[in-house]
């Protein structure tokens, strides 16, 4: 057996063409994400450790001044150019069609603290007064206001956890009210996200939806894990409220979280979906036994089970490359390993997993040969999964790899830079 | 150039505004994408009749434009849903329009979102429309594991309150039959049969705000739907004893029941059978029951029993079964202090 090496140059080389170049055409579909592209290009690099050396000051200058570019008028920031229609063009009528965006909003914040910015011109009262307004009465949060200040975007976990993490980044751990400003719910996003667990303890989209651990299924539309999104939400609320008791599921011991925990490691799988064990199929093969129906179900349940063969124990050699999938009997995918793991640290329960497997897995099957990484065996490269690889590479231990905060899906030192922030020290 | 909007006289009164990447004002643009001129055109439309707010025909054409080109644009699905609105166009029509463009973009957020905003209209759809399951299945024939078409029908049976619905369970029964793995499938069963009806809030379990010992259990039971369940788990996991999902399935519905996971010991042991100091299995998830089940009775056979997965039927979580092996070890410790 050969090692196996994280191949540290290629990636560098990888972000940073996505850094310097256009990328190609077909990211068309991803341009209302661009802000999440341009977190995952910038967070990529510094994880790299290159950030600083591979950029000059004045570069890392401009990106900053791309961001705030996309920052709305009255708070928050948009998450692509495209809906900007210049300043002198907007009006209250008008607005509605260029929304500051929830998600792109805590991804603006994290990319100005990864790139050393103090966030001193980012329109922190009008972005914390905007946040209670995108929370509906159930609790959960919305994508965007559209007109009539309805709360647009379907009430999903994701814009959960990064209205709480936007709210987490510019309040500070302390809960005490920045100049007065209504905070959102917390009991409430707190209910709501805990609704979501399901019968088998995963948490679905929204309240009864499937246990699920992504949304970003084809491209990259809109990363999120949902069972890493509730996590997420509810580690912003509880690492804010130090005080108050954790809900049960963050308190080990608890049903819900040992459930949680049994769910999140059933997701590992050496089932990859490569071409050699499946045509097409987006699922594992199945062993279901075909039988012919009868009348007496009792029979043919009793016949049934007499007639079962018995399972041979794994091999060593199938169980080599052990990945994460998303959902119950799906395949491996590369970003599913960091959804899993993240919210096992989450949970502080990450030696659970099987590391070794899991970095067979994605250093070989899911590496790419040019840099970055692929969604499954044998896919070019892209900027979610290459991102998302090396992060969950970076919560083992991978050498070349900085730490990273599994909330806040950054470095340890872009962290300390956050905590350094004056609204952050006061309380400290 | 000539590009296909300013060479139409019907967009001759709109002024396009191009796309500001702040270059000008010292910006370093991330992320920056190879756009088509086309893309680049029609967006620089899009954004003129946003700033006028222009509720019309030709601005109602350029969404469909936009959308074949980005269908995650967020804005523009909100956009032309005023626009459908303020027209008052006839929305079966943008159904139907939108069932194309679903098949065509499988995985896409925000097609299901707009559908959604259709259907929410009681004066076009004051029921559900009759060929809806019918596309929903087209849907999953494409991909029966397709989270968003999952989504949208489960707020669908909230919606018309369907969870009777024979067509329901009908639909379910036949994915099942045709993949009896399809995780999704159980769930939606699950919450026809278990889930939250209109007079509780939406939830994950039912009961999801009680306390601990609520939590997850239905206020009234009905013991026969709840026997018919079991029964059903039963004859799917004796046809594909390694799939986890009817295990799963079965855990949720005693809990619901509020029914002890010991009512399944000895169909569990059916699966693991002991001779002579040897031990056959028919299915890891019976073994991992039987772990669940002796917890409650027996330490040292919920021990052996996970120490068979750990060693032997499922050594990739050889670090959980560990965790679940201390845990009890350090219960019968305390216990016996």
């Not at chain 2, 278990?194 to 705000?209: L, V």
């Not at chain 2, 399935?249 to 169909?267: C, D, N, Q």
């Amino acid at each position: 057996m050969t090692t196996v090496t994280f191949n540290r140059e290629r990636h560098i080389k990888y972000f940073l063409r996505c850094l310097k170049t256009f990328l190609p055409s077909f990211y068309t579909s991803n341009d209302s994400n661009r802000m999440l592209l341009a977190f995952f290009t910038v967070a990529g690099l510094d994880l790299l450790g290159v950030l600083q050396s591979k950029t000059t000051p004045e570069e890392r200058q401009g990106y900053i001044e791309w961001i705030y570019h996309c920052q709305v008028p009255t708070g928050g920031f948009r998450a692509f150019t495209g809906t900007d229609f210049g300043a002198d063009n907007r009006t209250p009528e008008n607005e509605a069609w260029d929304p500051a965006n929830v998600p792109s909003t805590f991804f603006a914040l994290v990319v100005l603290i990864i790139l050393g910015d103090d966030l001193s011109r980012v329109k922190r009262t009008e972005c914390l007064q905007w946040l209670p307004l995108m929370q509906r009465d159930n609790g959960s949060f919305g994508e965007v206001l559209g007109p009539e200040g309805n709360i647009e975007g379907g009430g999903d976990l994701r814009f959960c956890c990064f209205a709480a993490g936007t709210r987490y980044i510019l309040r500070g751990k302390g809960e005490t009210d920045v100049d007065g400003t209504r905070d959102i719910n917390v009991e409430n996003l707190a209910a709501f996200v805990q609704a979501c667990q399901a019968y088998d303890g995963g948490m679905g989209e929204a309240p009864f939806c499937e246990a699920h651990c992504t949304a970003a299924v084809d491209s990259l539309y809109l990363a999120a894990g949902h069972t890493y999104c509730a996590m997420g939400a509810l580690s912003f609320l509880s690492r804010m409220s130090k005080n108050q008791r954790p809900p049960p599921v963050l308190l080990p011991g608890a049903k819900e979280f040992e459930s949680l925990i049994r769910w999140l490691v059933s997701r590992q799988t050496a089932e990859l979906g490569e071409a050699e064990e499946s045509d097409e199929e987006d699922s594992p093969e199945a062993d279901e036994i075909q039988k012919p129906p009868t009348a007496d179900e009792e029979f043919e349940l009793n016949a049934g089970l007499a007639g079962l063969p018995s399972i041979a124990p794994p091999t060593e050699d199938s169980l080599r490359y052990a990945g994460f999938n998303g959902r119950c009997n799906k395949y491996a995918d590369t970003c599913y390993s960091f959804w899993n793991m993240a919210t096992l640290a989450m949970m502080d329960r990450l030696p659970l997993i099987d590391a070794a497997r899991n970095r067979q897995y994605l250093l070989e099957k899911t590496q790419h040969i040019i840099g970055g990484f692929g969604k499954g065996v044998g896919e070019p490269p892209d900027l979610l999964h290459s991102y998302f690889g090396m992060v969950a590479l970076a919560f083992q231990g991978e050498e070349g790899l900085d730490g990273v905060d599994p909330a806040l899906c950054i470095s340890h030192r872009a962290v300390r830079h956050l905590e350094s922030l004056p609204w952050w020290g006061e309380r400290a | 150039m000539e590009g296909k909007y300013s060479s139409d006289p019907e967009w001759a009164s709109i002024k396009p505004i191009p796309l500001n990447d702040g270059v000008e004002s010292g910006a370093e643009p991330l992320a920056t994408i190879a756009y088509a001129a086309e893309y680049l055109e029609a967006t620089s439309y899009l954004r003129a009749v946003m700033a006028a707010n222009e509720m019309s025909e030709r601005a109602l054409k350029l969404t469909e434009d936009i959308i074949s080109m980005n269908p995650a644009h967020y804005t523009v699905w909100i956009y032309r849903a005023k626009i459908l609105f303020a027209l008052q166009k006839d929305l079966k029509e943008e159904l139907e329009w939108l069932n194309g463009v679903s098949l065509k973009y499988l995985k896409n957020y925000q097609i299901w979102h707009h559908r959604q905003v259709l259907m929410s209209r009681k004066d076009f759809f004051p029921s559900p429309p009759p060929k809806e399951p019918d596309f929903l299945m087209e849907m999953f024939a494409q991909d029966c594991k397709n989270y968003h078409v999952w989504t949208y029908r489960h707020w669908y049976v909230r919606h018309f309150k369907l969870w009777d619905a024979p067509r329901e369970t009908q639909d379910v029964q036949a994915l099942l039959a045709s993949d009896v793995r399809n995780n999704s499938a159980w769930n939606h069963r699950f919450m026809l049969r278990f889930g939250p009806r209109d007079d509780e809030p939406d939830a994950g379990m039912p009961n999801s705000s009680g306390g601990a010992s609520e939590k997850g259990r239905l206020a009234v039971v009905d013991e026969d739907v709840v026997d018919a369940e079991l029964k059903f788990a039963q004859s799917k996991i004796v046809r594909a004893p390694e799939n986890r999902s009817p295990w799963s399935y079965a855990r949720g519905v005693l809990r619901a029941a509020g029914r002890p996971l010991s009512e399944w010991k000895e169909f569990a042991s059916k699966f693991v059978i002991e001779s002579q100091g040897n031990v056959e299995v028919k299915s890891s998830h019976a073994v991992e029951w039987l772990a669940d089940v002796f917890a409650e009775e027996n330490g040292q056979e919920a021990v052996r029993m996970l120490t068979l997965l750990k060693e032997k039927y499922d050594p990739i979580r050889s670090n959980y079964w560990d965790y679940r092996i201390r845990s009890i070890t350090a219960q019968e410790v305390s216990a016996s202090a």
